[in-house]
């Protein structure tokens, strides 16, 4: 998936011919990170709100581009963010963004025009500075109108307020400020074929680069610096919420609320968000560790990861990434050794952590009696080691009992991966588990029934 921010530089129609993309409105305070957390694989940045509506932050495309997501901006707001941003890494395209990066242009009303609603097509309704210069510039190279005549039809574009700003309404006022008829009448006649729409031609470039670039398959966007978590950027977050599933164009209809009520009518909501709160606090703490790992690392945890899900067929494996919606592997992999360094370094902390979430869940104590009544027990009849010849059992026979009659499963297919998924070492621990299972379970029915029998 990729997004791109666009209003009225670029008709939808346009941009889709350059690039296909799912074009969003122009961009408000927020809209950059809601569609970063939707992961695509590149964001575009073109239109953006400002004035009356808070603008684009610089700080959530920060934290994109963190995330590993390439962000463009080209044209308007996205010229502006991309020249503010560039040393960080921020991809600018265009004349436009040239020229803010370079100094030449400084004010943030060279690129800001009055425009229709979205039910109108965010139809301009005044003309950009930035294409008053270029077109200006190309009707001097031209001979429509010398030197003066250019510089000062701009500067009196300038001072007009970026709404009021229109050829009709800067000619009109040429007029009445005295310049020569004669050059302003050969402009009015040629600008219908001459005028230059800057920001469109920005614009579109823009979406061409993301397509090369895409077309390349880069890994994940590499930033060099550390974000700074701040209060104010996580009660930013936390009042962000999601992309609206209107924004999308249509067919294409965000899946989490659907995703949701699977869960919520399965029951699984609960243990399933405990798990996404995990994941998420161990990816956001290796990025604040600083996010990188070597890819042998990643390479050694993607070999792991279909070992124990029994995807050492590539063929098996790929079937398995296009199920489970993955475009984007080395991302996943990533994010998955990000997750297991995490893991790893907890561990202890996460161990004594759990007789309190246990404790929060009402079962430790219950847990607790029933495991020391198992030391007991076995303990008192020499079975706290017990084989399966001790138990009259084979292999097969033990697996049916603890899978089929213990747990109400069938058995796995693969015990090797169902015992590290469990938290196991192994088959082994697992196999030990089961028979002292077992041999508890016979000791409390033969003890019932003595006591039945008295």
Request: hydrophobic share 40%; aromatic share 8%.
């Amino acid at each position: 998936m990729i997004y791109v921010f666009v209003g009225p530089t670029l008709q939808e129609r346009e941009g889709r011919s350059g690039l296909e993309a799912v074009f969003l409105p122009p961009a408000a305070q927020g809209d950059v990170y809601r569609a970063a957390l939707e992961r695509p694989r590149a964001i575009g940045l073109i239109d953006g709100y400002f004035d009356c509506v808070p603008s684009v932050w610089h700080k959530e495309i920060l934290w994109a581009m963190a995330e590993g997501i390439p962000v463009f901006g080209s044209a308007s707001m996205g010229a502006l963010r991309a020249a503010e941003l560039a040393s960080f890494g921020m991809e600018g395209v265009g004349a436009i963004f040239e020229a803010f990066q370079s100094g030449e242009l400084t004010d943030d009303d060279e690129v800001a025009i009055a425009h229709a609603p979205a039910e109108d097509g965010f139809r301009p309704l005044s003309e950009a500075l930035v294409n008053i210069r270029a077109t200006l510039a190309a009707a001097g190279h031209e001979g429509v109108v010398d030197t003066r005549v250019g510089e000062a039809l701009v500067q009196l574009a300038k001072r007009l307020y970026y709404p009021e700003r229109s050829w009709p309404v800067l000619l009109g006022r040429a007029v009445e400020a005295g310049l020569p008829s004669e050059p302003l009448r050969r402009l009015r006649e040629w600008l219908p074929r001459g005028r230059v729409d800057q920001k469109r031609a920005d614009a579109l470039a823009m979406l061409h680069q993301m397509r090369e670039y895409l077309a390349a398959r880069p890994g994940p966007k590499q930033v060099s610096y550390t974000l700074a978590q701040t209060d104010a950027w996580a009660e930013a977050r936390r009042c962000a919420g999601r992309l609206e599933p209107a924004s999308r164009k249509e067919g294409e209809p965000l899946p989490l609320e659907a995703l949701l009520e699977e869960l919520r009518v399965g029951g699984l909501l609960p243990r399933m968000r405990a798990g996404a709160l995990a994941r998420a606090l161990a990816l956001e703490e290796s990025r604040q560790r600083g996010g990188e790992v070597e890819l042998e690392a990643v390479q050694r945890v993607c070999e792991a990861f279909r070992r124990e899900h029994g995807l050492e067929e590539l063929s098996s494996f790929k079937q398995w990434l296009v199920a489970q919606r993955i475009s984007e592997p080395l991302r996943f992999f990533r994010d998955e050794t990000w997750v297991h360094q995490t893991e790893l370094l907890h561990a202890p902390e996460v161990e004594r952590c759990l007789p309190e979430h246990l404790r929060s869940l009402g079962v430790y104590g219950p847990l607790l009696d029933r495991a020391q009544r198992k030391a007991r027990m076995l303990s008192s009849s020499g079975l706290e080691h017990p084989a399966l010849e001790e138990l009259g059992l084979d292999e097969a026979a033990l697996w049916r009992w603890y899978f089929t009659e213990r747990l109400g499963q069938p058995v796995p297919s693969q015990l090797e991966r169902y015992a590290r998924g469990a938290g196991f070492g192994g088959v082994d621990e697992l196999r030990r588990a089961a028979l002292r299972e077992h041999c508890f379970l016979r000791l409390q029915r033969e003890g019932a029934q003595e006591l039945g029998a008295e």
